[in-house]
């Protein structure tokens, strides 16, 4: 619960301090000081709560248990990361700089409001919380018609499947007279009412579009790519994961007796969105837009652990959660200072930036899921749990044959670094604050590959 205000009243503050202060980089000391001050907040509240019980609010329609708590720790320590890295970019994106961060802060309380909400309600408003903020930043760059575009497009698709979560939500009540989650689990498998049916079938299609699971995939590529490439880093990793969680926790908590009813769906939409996003991020010539089709790719494996109704599953998308943010937000953040957004662009990076590259090839070898990387212990996570759930052995299998081929793109980018002949042109210069932020970053991936327990703590 601290971290929700904290969140909300540092957004706040975030907000006058535009009005107040003009200097671009005294706002953004200030907001990393705000983030920070927040990380710390989650900490605190995670060591208050180590030996209590969950804290239920709001005539329990939220229920903060250690799962919740630590993993807003984990998101606020990824959103500090992110704000450290890409602070200098996301001052250059327009004027209103301390508006960015507001909303950055207030999509932060709607993540924290998804990973321990009870009731249906207060799942809507997590949310919305979450995304209206998402349609304002993707239109930032007033200057750029794609910028524009990728607004107006996800704004509504948006509001579409809002009307199909509302509509979902409408129909469980009516099936059970409860918008608590709690209440879910005593629906009978063998004899659930059709209407409750067709509201999870509602709610499942809402969540889907929200992580980016094919077939209601496509709005991603055209808004991650017509994004501010600084806003992008954060939509399709700290936003991905929370997103991720609110679905988990409702489809284990809520739905998970009525697993043999949406577990094969799933298992599809699974099997699709691996498909889908790892052929198509094949044929793409923009590093940009491969890793738009690349977030897809990883939305299939995290779908694993909503399709596994087990322990292994939670565990799975805390690591997964964390160990993708940090490797994309650093893939991002080398990213956005190049020139030319091609793959022809980062010809001879490693002759002319040999640390930068060097760093970028740890990235993507953790996005391929190379081991001694966060990458290849978030995939063995979450495909560990589905082999526990049984009956997914052949997705799983499926899994691994579509990261095979996902290593043919990420290592296009490694190739050309290193391989080809060329003149890696960089717009803005990386200075040695950059190299040593990109360092720690890359100290992360590997921790995460080698010790994954310290970022599990006792969950």
């Not at 956005?336 to 490693?350: E, P, S």
């Amino acid at each position: 619960m601290k971290a929700i205000i904290a969140a909300t009243l540092l957004g706040v503050i975030m907000m006058f301090t535009g009005l107040f202060v003009k200097d671009k980089k005294q706002v953004v000391m200030i907001a990393v000081i705000a983030f920070l001050a927040l990380l710390g907040i989650t900490i605190w509240e995670v060591q208050a709560a180590s030996s209590a019980a969950p804290e239920m609010l709001f005539n329990n329609m939220l229920r903060i248990d250690s799962y919740a708590l630590w993993f807003n720790m984990m998101m606020a320590g990824c959103t500090f990361l992110y704000v450290l890295l890409m602070g200098k970019d996301i001052m250059r994106v327009g004027n209103h700089v301390a508006e960015y961060f507001t909303l950055i802060l207030f999509i932060l309380c709607g993540i924290f409001l998804l990973t321990g909400y009870n009731n249906l309600l207060m799942l809507f408003i997590g949310i919305e919380i979450m995304s209206i903020p998402q349609y304002i930043l993707a239109g930032a760059d007033r200057r750029n018609l794609k910028s524009n575009e990728a607004s107006l497009k996800y704004f509504l698709m948006g509001a579409f499947t809002t009307g199909l979560l509302l509509m979902g939500i409408t129909l469980l009540y009516g099936a059970t007279g409860s918008f608590y989650i709690t209440d879910f689990a005593f629906l009978r498998a063998d004899a659930l009412n059709p209407m409750a049916l067709a509201g999870i079938l509602f709610i499942l299609i809402s969540f889907a579009f929200k992580v980016s699971a094919v077939p209601m995939h496509m709005w991603t590529p055209d808004v991650y790519d017509g994004s501010p490439t600084a806003f992008t880093a954060f939509m399709s990793t700290i936003v991905k994961a929370g997103a991720f969680v609110g679905f988990l926790r409702l489809f284990h908590i809520a739905f998970g007796s009525l697993s043999n009813h949406w577990m094969l769906i799933v298992a599809i939409i699974t099997a699709a969105t691996l498909l889908v996003g790892n052929i198509t991020a094949v044929f793409q010539q923009s590093v940009k837009r491969m890793l738009a089709y690349s977030s897809i790719a990883q939305a299939g494996f995290m779908l694993f652990a909503i399709s596994s109704v087990n322990a292994s599953a939670w565990q799975g998308m805390i690591i997964y959660g964390v160990a993708y943010s940090v490797a994309t937000i650093g893939m991002f953040s080398v990213l956005i200072k190049m020139k030319d957004y091609t793959y022809d662009g980062f010809n001879g990076l490693a002759k002319k930036q040999p640390v930068v590259a060097f760093f970028t090839t740890i990235f993507l070898l953790s996005l391929a899921g190379i081991p001694l990387t966060g990458g290849f212990i978030d995939k063995y996570f979450v495909l560990n749990a589905a082999v526990q759930q049984g009956g997914l052995l052949w997705l799983v299998i499926f899994a691994l044959l579509m990261a095979a081929i996902s290593v043919y793109y990420y290592f296009r980018v490694i190739i050309a670094m290193y391989f080809k002949q060329g003149d890696a042109e960089m717009a803005v210069e990386i200075n040695s604050s950059d190299r040593i932020l990109l360092g720690i970053t890359c100290a992360l991936v590997i921790l995460l590959g080698v010790a994954p327990h310290l970022f599990l703590g006792s969950i």
